[in-house]
């Protein structure tokens, strides 16, 4: 079966945006592995939702051990264009997290997706956040002023949204340093719209390989202690990303036929202990979702794929069992119905 995409016109104008948005993206690592890595492109891997009929995607992976601890450029279209009793039309969206391995270059996330629903109602949901294991005040200042460019007259409600919904009130900080995040963005100008999350993804994609190109060849000097600091902070992300991310835990509550692509913005390893730790700071029921993520993961703390899949089955039995424990997860100044528009 090959993948069928969504017939309304506004899903297939975003399904070409956030496939030439995750081409860009990935050609322009690929060129980095080339010019100071392994010269090694990153490689397609594609999955398809019910055998293509109701969409799927791909997922471009880094291939360059040396650049990357484990990067992932997502493209995913999930649709149900012949089933009107589903609140949802068709969602579209480019997710991609890059980790690299040097401790001193910054990993990004980006969000970037148009969720239509059956009353011919849409919306966006544009983030970008900068994510360094060690803080690089150069880097943040740059980043920062790039959003800010990029973003124009949504700025102020998006660095807002953004400090919010990365805030991890449990260990009492923020994942990264830079937030942005809008939710259910939309204005009466459609085209407008579109323009704007095309231009916001081409832009913060091309800041950050400015920024990383930068630091690969500028900050080559790495010790134990930069790379215990990292292994501390990719213990964070996973914790943030499995404890409190809406869209991942959304993701796999809808189905489990990408499980190891929802899971593509997980680190490589991660410190265990540190992680089984953080159950005594968390609120009821979570303890027991720490707990569980931890004990899945092997004492060298590699996250595997198939490490990948059991946190993923850990993370949908969890929120199964504890539905109320889904209002304890992150959010901007609104809560999409996500799960739900899937459902109904």
Same mark, same amino acid.
């Given at each position: 079966?090959?993948?069928?995409?969504?017939?309304?016109?506004?899903?297939?104008?975003?399904?070409?945006?956030?496939?030439?948005?995750?081409?860009?993206?990935?050609d322009k690592l690929s060129n980095l592995s080339k010019e100071i890595?392994?010269?090694?492109?990153?490689?397609?891997?594609?999955?398809?939702?019910?055998?293509?009929?109701?969409?799927?995607?791909?997922?471009?992976?880094?291939?360059?051990?040396?650049?990357?601890?484990?990067?992932?450029?997502?493209?995913?279209?999930?649709? %149900?264009? $012949?089933?009107?009793?589903?609140?949802?039309? /068709?969602? +579209?969206? @480019? &997710?991609?997290?890059?980790?690299p391995k040097n401790p001193h270059v910054p990993s990004i996330h980006?969000?970037?997706?148009?969720?239509?629903?059956?009353?011919?109602?849409?919306?966006?949901?544009?983030?970008?956040?900068?994510?360094?294991?060690?803080?690089?005040?150069?880097?943040?200042?740059?980043?920062?002023?790039?959003?800010?460019?990029?973003?124009?007259?949504?700025?102020?409600?998006?660095?807002?949204?953004?400090?919010?919904?990365?805030?991890?009130?449990?260990?009492?900080?923020?994942?990264?340093?830079?937030?942005?995040?809008?939710?259910?963005?939309?204005?009466?100008?459609?085209?407008?719209?579109?323009?704007?999350?095309?231009?916001?993804?081409?832009?913060?994609?091309?800041? %950050?390989? $400015?920024?990383?190109?930068?630091?690969?060849? /500028?900050? +080559?000097? @790495? &010790?134990?202690?930069?790379?215990?600091?990292?292994?501390?902070?990719?213990?964070?992300?996973?914790?943030?990303?499995?404890?409190?991310?809406?869209?991942?835990?959304?993701?796999?509550?809808?189905?489990?036929?990408?499980?190891?692509?929802?899971?593509?913005?997980?680190?490589?390893?991660?410190?265990?202990?540190?992680?089984?730790?953080?159950?005594?700071?968390?609120?009821?029921?979570?303890?027991?979702?720490?707990?569980?993520?931890?004990?899945?993961?092997?004492?060298?703390?590699?996250?595997?794929?198939?490490?990948?899949?059991?946190?993923?089955?850990?993370?949908?039995?969890?929120?199964?069992?504890?539905?109320?424990?889904?209002?304890?997860?992150?959010?901007?100044?609104?809560?999409?119905?996500?799960?739900?528009?899937?459902?109904?």
């Amino acid at each position: 079966m090959k993948l069928i995409l969504a017939k309304a016109q506004k899903a297939q104008d975003a399904y070409k945006l956030v496939q030439s948005l995750q081409k860009r993206f990935a050609d322009k690592l690929s060129n980095l592995s080339k010019e100071i890595g392994q010269d090694r492109v990153f490689e397609e891997v594609t999955w398809l939702r019910d055998e293509g009929f109701h969409g799927g995607g791909s997922r471009f992976e880094s291939r360059d051990s040396v650049l990357f601890n484990t990067g992932s450029v997502n493209v995913s279209q999930v649709h %149900y264009d $012949e089933m009107p009793e589903k609140q949802l039309t /068709s969602a +579209t969206a @480019i &997710s991609t997290i890059i980790h690299p391995k040097n401790p001193h270059v910054p990993s990004i996330h980006i969000h970037i997706s148009l969720t239509e629903l059956r009353d011919g109602s849409a919306y966006w949901r544009v983030m970008a956040d900068l994510n360094p294991s060690i803080v690089n005040e150069n880097d943040k200042v740059v980043f920062d002023n790039a959003l800010r460019d990029l973003a124009g007259g949504t700025y102020s409600e998006g660095k807002l949204q953004g400090e919010k919904y990365f805030d991890i009130p449990a260990l009492g900080r923020k994942r990264g340093v830079s937030h942005f995040y809008l939710e259910n963005y939309k204005t009466d100008d459609k085209k407008q719209d579109l323009l704007l999350a095309q231009s916001f993804g081409e832009g913060i994609i091309d800041k %950050y390989i $400015e920024i990383i190109t930068t630091a690969f060849k /500028s900050r +080559t000097k @790495i &010790s134990n202690e930069d790379r215990q600091e990292q292994l501390k902070y990719h213990t964070l992300y996973l914790f943030q990303v499995l404890t409190l991310d809406r869209g991942t835990t959304s993701g796999l509550l809808i189905h489990d036929q990408n499980d190891v692509g929802i899971m593509g913005s997980l680190p490589s390893h991660i410190n265990r202990e540190l992680l089984k730790s953080w159950a005594k700071k968390v609120q009821a029921p979570q303890d027991e979702l720490v707990l569980a993520l931890a004990d899945v993961v092997n004492d060298k703390g590699e996250v595997n794929e198939e490490t990948k899949i059991k946190l993923a089955q850990v993370v949908r039995e969890h929120y199964t069992k504890h539905k109320d424990a889904l209002s304890l997860q992150a959010s901007g100044n609104s809560v999409p119905k996500t799960v739900g528009n899937h459902n109904d």
